[in-house]
């Protein structure tokens, strides 16, 4: 064979690499060269050896497969190097512009024609050299299209918030898969999901894409999600990096936060995600931070994200998240994407500009290119090609993986006097509200999935983007039938409050569904249900005491009528399976074992910032992030305030109790050991929490989540588990050195089953001094 690893192959290659100069231009499967200068001169030799070599049944295709960027068997940065040396100037500058994937009448744009219609962005590659062309599409819930007569039907997992709500790293990993999945077969090979933006502010219109309030939950949760997309060869995105915590003004906002505090909170979050899932790309995010854009930020790109973490991947910016040039190159963003979202082309003729000047080096230009080039290769993406097969989609199966991440994931926040779970032998049953006649609630804004079946209540307005409001076709009223077929069950939209309560004075049940709709560019204003339908409830649960509430809310909201009632789900945004896996769970034949990854507070008053700034168009100002790394449980327990649920809380059928705790450490390491045990009479799972607090060091709160552990257990079964501490979470960051610092003194170890939990039981732990790297790793070790 001429193109074994042999001197053949090595010969022709170098003799090939004689053409350096020639430009080549390439069609799908084609491949014609044009030759300058003294090449002309080997032009007819050339020719002779390709027709020996096609005659010797080798394609051309095959010629190129055999480049040595083509060798599966070389390294990711290697294979990178070695097609970057082939690939001219232009073409490296097409790599790093991205195209938004719709049509836009406003900008007079025009999709490229080989991007998906009603996607989010398209690059070209470069085929000549077999690099494909990126195909993009949103997000971590599933694949999403932009609104518009071509959208794509898929899989809704539940919210990002539910899925960290699962607080279980497999139900997460399982999720990214199947969505990972879909994504390939509508032909994508990026998918922009990997949201793990901190929960500073409950009224964040996209808290709903996230991963809660800490930094160890959020950033593990979303980790595993992105490893299970990339384990389809398909790039994931971890976004937004960095601070983009609010909609309201989230183009202009400028937030403030020393870096420290930063580390030890937001940063850590995405930190944790992109050691766990080594995310193919970052998107950098929309708003300033201490002054400078997040994409222009050469504090959080070039410092923190690739010098600090050693971040390997490219830096895409949001659609729209660019205004500059020089500045944005130089700082360490690698591709413009999503024109015509930013004002200008940026990274169109003004970066080759800027790279012929040298303004912006060509070995930035090289870098970024390289960057791009190496998760293509690292991930699957050049061996593995995509191509469209949405037939091959089984919604069936994975109609069953967003059922049980939402059923893992919705949290029994009260259920006094066992009102949950409901009785198939009850005779009348009261639905009301939240149209649970039709379907279940969604999100909005890009993330947004359509369902197979369309949009079960259309009109709801805004009906354009972040809308439409979207309710998936799967009703809890049909599922709850299904449940309780001997009942006779009536539904009620709850538009007048007086005849809903009227109708289920009487019933042997009644559930009443609650509903936020929040998007992106969209933050809820305050926290209480719109619509007044605290109203509502409370005048159901008035005429009947045995009301239960289910909420589809995208984070927390406050609930005024809770005295009166007994019973609440919170079933976040539950998917495409929503009604069933709601009905699941309250009639008992799933247990739930979801727990909060978020504070839900009893008012706006005990956040740090109880009033938010309104949105004014292009209004900058600052927003203050004074609570530093006390983020929600953290500043909650600063501050001595009782929220109206903590962190961590779930309650289930059954009933845990958690003892035999142990805490040592082993090899410089805190591990902590720990009995969890089922008291009650059903199966179930509960989640052990371990929170470290300081004794004798100060840290921004009194204590951290530390480590967790959901464990299932039969009746009366129990089971020993044990955790391992990141050194990062009981050390404090120094920036003057960029290490993490442990102090020395006494710690004590909380096994709890939420932040605030009267029956958690504590040891305490000696830890000597000790220092970590940036990356948490003992200082000194390699
Ligand atoms: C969002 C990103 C999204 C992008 C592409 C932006 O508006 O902030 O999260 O990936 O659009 O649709």
Redesign the pocket.
């Known amino acids: 064979m001429i193109f074994a690893n042999g001197a053949g192959y090595g010969d022709f290659m170098s003799w090939l690499r004689g053409f350096r100069n020639c430009a080549a231009v390439a069609g799908p499967g084609q491949y014609s060269f044009c030759f300058r200068g003294s090449a002309v001169r080997r032009l007819a030799t050339f020719k002779k050896k390709l027709v020996v070599l096609c005659a010797a049944a080798i394609s051309c295709g095959s010629v190129m497969a055999a480049e040595p960027w083509m060798d599966a068997k070389l390294g990711a940065d290697e294979r990178a190097g070695l097609v970057l040396r082939e690939m001219t100037l232009d073409e490296k500058l097409k790599l790093v512009f991205g195209y938004f994937g719709a049509d836009q009448e406003g900008k007079k744009f025009k999709r490229p024609e080989l991007s998906y219609d009603q996607s989010?962005?398209f690059i070209y590659g470069v085929p000549r050299l077999h690099i494909p062309h990126l195909w993009e599409t949103?997000?971590g819930i599933g694949v999403a299209s932009q609104g518009g007569p071509n959208v794509r039907r898929a899989t809704a997992l539940p919210s990002g918030l539910n899925t960290a709500a699962t607080w279980d790293l497999g139900t997460a990993y399982a999720g990214g898969a199947m969505i990972g999945a879909e994504a390939r077969a509508f032909g994508f090979n990026v998918l922009?999901a990997g949201?793990v933006n901190l929960m500073r502010e409950p009224r964040n219109g996209r808290n709903f894409e996230y991963g809660g309030e800490d930094p160890l939950l959020a950033g593990r949760i979303v980790g595993a999600q992105i490893k299970g997309i990339q384990s389809n060869h398909v790039v994931s995105t971890l976004?937004?990096f960095a601070l983009n915590d609010q909609e309201t003004n989230r183009t202009t906002v400028n937030v403030k936060i020393g870096d420290a505090q930063a580390r030890m909170s937001d940063l850590l979050a995405l930190q944790i995600a992109n050691e766990d899932g080594h995310p193919g790309a970052v998107?950098c995010a929309?708003n300033r931070v201490n002054g400078v854009y997040s994409c222009e930020n050469d504090y959080l790109l070039n410092g923190v994200l690739k010098g600090d973490w050693g971040f390997q991947g490219w830096v895409m910016s949001?659609?729209?998240a660019l205004h500059s040039t020089i500045p944005a190159a130089n700082a360490g963003l690698d591709q413009q994407?999503?024109m015509p979202f930013d004002l200008a082309d940026y990274f169109g003729p003004p970066l080759k500009e800027a790279v012929l000047n040298g303004w912006v080096p060509q070995a930035r230009l090289d870098d970024m290119a390289r960057r791009i080039l190496r998760s293509m290769f690292a991930h699957g993406l050049v061996d593995h090609p995509v191509a469209p097969a949405p037939d091959t989609i089984d919604s069936k199966a994975h109609a069953a993986v967003s059922l049980k991440d939402a059923q893992e994931g919705m949290v029994l926040l009260k259920n006094d006097g066992h009102v949950l779970p409901l009785k198939k032998s009850a005779k009348r049953i009261v639905v009301i509200g939240g149209h649970a006649d039709k379907g279940v609630l969604a999100g909005g804004?890009?993330?947004l999935v359509y369902p197979a079946g369309g949009n079960a209540v259309p009109g709801i307005a805004p009906t354009t983007w972040p809308g439409p409001v979207m309710y998936y076709p799967s009703a809890p009223l049909d599922a709850i039938r299904r449940h309780a077929p001997g009942a006779k069950v009536v539904y009620h939209d709850g538009a007048d409050p007086v005849a809903a309560a009227a109708l289920a004075r009487d019933a042997d049940a009644v559930v009443v569904f609650a509903t936020q709709w929040v998007g992106?560019g969209v933050d809820a204003r305050t926290l209480a249900l719109p619509d007044r339908q605290d109203d509502l409830i409370a005048a159901v649960a008035a005429a009947n005491p045995k009301t239960a509430v289910v909420l589809e809310t995208g984070g927390p909201v406050t609930m005024p009528w809770l005295p009166h009632v007994p019973a609440v789900l919170e079933a976040w945004y539950p998917g495409t399976s929503g009604g069933e896996a709601i009905a699941g769970i309250l009639f008992g034949d799933v247990n739930p074992s979801g727990h909060l990854p978020a504070t839900f507070p009893a008012s706006e008053a005990q956040l740090p910032r109880p009033v938010m700034e309104p949105e004014v168009e292009n209004r900058r100002f600052d927003v203050d992030y004074h609570e530093g790394a006390a983020v929600g449980y953290k500043w909650f327990d600063l501050k001595g305030l009782k929220p109206l649920f903590p962190f961590g809380h779930g309650l289930s059928y059954t009933d845990f109790t958690l003892s035999g705790l142990s805490a040592g450490v082993n090899g410089g390491t805190l591990q902590a050991s720990f009995t969890v045990r089922n008291v009650g009479k059903v199966a179930g799972k509960e989640v052990a929490q371990i929170y470290v607090a300081p004794v004798d060091a100060q840290w921004e709160a009194p204590k951290r989540l530390a480590g967790f552990r959901k464990v299932e257990l039969k009746p009366g079964a129990s089971a020993t588990a044990s955790v391992t501490v990141d050194p990062r979470l009981l050390a404090v960051y120094d920036s003057a050195t960029k290490t993490w610092k442990v102090a020395a003194g006494t710690y004590r170890v909380i096994l709890a089953s939420s932040a605030l939990d009267d029956k958690a039981v504590t040891t305490t732990v000696r830890l000597d001094a000790a220092v970590y790297d940036v990356n948490g790793r003992p200082v000194g070790s390699p």
């Open positions: 989010a962005g949103d997000a922009l949201g976004k937004h998107m929309y949001d659609w729209g994407s999503g804004g890009s993330s992106e």
